[in-house]
């Protein structure tokens, strides 16, 4: 049987500008593949530095195929998480964003969850918040909730972007949102608002995942509140009232980082 037939995990990396943090990403998905079958799509969303020529390093291997696919412009995370779900041949779906990183068991930790439990959807994690204090790196662990239906997600993202995967059929039977933010945080409700699934952490207390310290499109507060505003009224449709109340949760929970 080929690599190609026998993919288990499809890994959807898109890169813009990530000369700088996209090689622990790739190294870190390559390390778990020591027992999987594993094909890692990259999408260089027209990125002005090295990121191309870095990745373009990278060859494929006994378990582990690289695929590297081009924008010819920018087009946001959206679409190009949704170009490489369309061309993944993996049973599950993983992402990871490159600035991010994981740490050991991650996939297997989350395949085994999916596998024997048919009523999951999406399987996430706990993970590292990786903080620059006084030019000394340190990981904080933000916790997850255990179980997240669409009543607990409704006004608040709790599925982390890098550390969820799920059914690939699952996956590719909703189109990625091809907005530049917050498109995760609608794939998962419009997932979760059209199926009786829910999503879990796979090991609550355990981080397997570490987020980069690097500013990302949605490091500013005020553009966060703008993009949630805007997430609530014209995507999920949600009235001025509701909308409020969200961006209400929002701060307070800035405020008291819980």
Known sequence: M???????????????NSSKTIDRAIKSVQEQSNKLKI???????????????TIKVYNSTKNLKIKILENDRNMGAGFSREKGIASSQGKYIAFLDADDYWLPNKLETQINLLKNNKKVAIV?????????????????????PLKVTNKINKFINHI??????????????????FIKVRND???WNTILNNSDLKAFNCNPGT????????????????????????????????????????????????????
């Open 160 to 177: 982390p972007n890098s550390t969820a995967i799920l059914n690939a059929e699952l996956a590719k039977k909703f189109r990625y949102p």
């Open 207 to 258: 981080g397997y995942v570490v987020y980069g310290a690097n500013p990302g499109i949605s490091s500013n507060k005020i553009n966060l509140l703008s993009y949630q505003w805007q997430t609530y009224r014209k995507y999920f449709k949600y009235s001025v009232i509701e909308s409020i109340f969200g961006l209400l949760i929002n701060i307070f929970k800035k405020i008291l980082k819980i």
């Open 39 to 53: 094909e890692i799509i990259l999408i260089d969303d027209f990125s002005e530095d090295e990121t191309l020529n």
């Open 124 to 144: 996430y994690s706990d993970y590292f918040l990786e903080q620059n204090i006084f030019n000394v790196k340190k990981l904080k662990l933000i916790k997850t």
């Open 2 to 16: 080929s690599l190609d037939e026998d993919i288990l995990v499809s890994v959807i990396i898109p890169c813009f």
């Open 185 to 187: 945080y609608i794939y």
